[in-house]
């Protein structure tokens, strides 16, 4: 089996909520999303998905996707999609860096391995580790109060497990978190995530200021370095997420103890075939993980499902529905939430079918 071609397709997905802010001021109303299908000899088709958050918060932004896909896609024709890391090796070689780009190319691979196999994805990832994914909701940065009462509102809808989105100042962070530690009932899990957005001193406060609270901190500040400072004044558990970006930074975090979870968003790290390695050398290490995205719609979601389907329990911290944040459909046959759990199909391959008139005329053909 060979790659005959690769398109993608750019597609719009707003929010329901209309705006999705988190730390230092940074927002988005719509997000600017890209699908790409990978076409083979044998007739089979397999797509991915890429949505980076914006352009300020990781070294992404979405037409970097689809200037990269028009650099990156000749090296892949002509491979055969079902051999993962020749692909990978050869994405590499002739692109440096930006994984991201790499992603969605990755995925549909799996997909296509997956269709090939009459498997589901999270079959070839190891099997099916666990039943129902916890999700976790984000509580999008607005004032104290109103943030609280979204956590309740979000409870109502089934999840059990919030994630505030502070990085502001810290005397209104700090009140983020005690009222939104006060919504919080037995079984309830609450994570304080910064997104890079303190200082080390502002930190400090925060996390002195509620060392009484039952609560998560994640990614207080913008380096490996300050966090490492901040781990080690509070005796919290601890979120590493943005400045994980590969396994040489997990095993550098790991030698350090600088974290108890991390999240391990899929196309940060270049898709599956590396989100996999991270993931298995997290479970030999005992670090539980959020498999999640920096964002993306219904294959986004299928994705994120198959790898959390084939993590132990134990090791799943959580997950991201990310298709219930929007208005916009892209596939049929993706996840859907069911009382704050979701499930990947058992359909072979991400068990997902686009819309094509949702993604409307293709932006690039290689």
């Avoid at 190319?105 to 099916?128: H, M, R, S």
């Amino acid at each position: 089996m060979k790659i005959t071609s690769i398109k993608a397709y750019q597609v719009d997905l707003p929010l329901k909520e209309g705006r999705y802010s988190w730390s230092n001021g940074n927002f988005v109303e719509v997000f600017d999303s890209t699908v790409v299908a990978v076409e083979t000899d044998a007739g089979i088709t397999g797509y991915g998905e890429c949505c980076p958050l914006g352009s300020a918060y990781l070294p992404a932004y979405a037409l970097g996707v689809r200037s990269g896909l028009m650099e990156l896609a000749p090296s892949v024709i002509r491979l055969d999609p079902r051999a993962l890391d020749v692909l990978n090796r050869a994405m590499d070689e002739s692109l440096r860096g930006h994984p991201y780009i790499k992603a969605a190319i990755d995925v549909a691979c799996w997909d296509i391995l997956g269709q090939a196999t009459g498997l589901p994805v999270y079959q070839l990832l190891g099997g099916k580790a666990q039943d129902d994914i916890q999700l976790y909701r984000a509580i999008s940065q607005i004032e104290p109060k109103a943030m609280a009462a979204n956590v309740a509102g979000y409870r109502d809808e089934g999840y059990t497990k919030f994630q505030l989105k502070v990085g502001a100042d810290a005397d209104s962070d700090i009140e983020r978190i005690r009222l939104s530690a006060a919504e919080m009932r037995p079984g309830d899990v609450l994570v304080a995530d910064a997104n890079t957005g303190w200082t080390m001193h502002e930190a400090a406060r925060v996390v002195n200021a509620v060392r009484d609270v039952d609560v998560y901190i994640e990614q207080p500040c913008p380096t490996y370095e300050e966090c490492l400072v901040t781990r080690r004044r509070t005796t919290l558990p601890f979120v590493l997420d943005e400045v994980i970006g590969g396994v040489g930074d997990l095993t550098r975090g790991l030698a350090d103890g600088a974290m108890d979870v991390i999240n391990l968003k899929i196309s940060k790290v270049g898709g599956l075939t590396k989100a996999r390695l991270m993931r298995d050398l997290c479970v030999q290490s005992g670090i539980p993980m959020t498999i999640e995205d920096t964002w993306g719609g219904d294959i986004v979601t299928a994705t994120i499902a198959h790898l959390a389907q084939s993590t132990p329990e134990e090791f799943s911290f959580s997950a991201t529905d990310f298709n219930s944040y929007g208005t916009v459909d892209i596939a049929e046959g993706a996840p859907k939430r069911v009382n704050g759990t979701m499930k990947a199909s058992d359909a072979p391959g991400l068990g997902v079918t686009p819309i094509m008139a949702a993604l409307g005329d293709p932006v690039l053909v290689v």
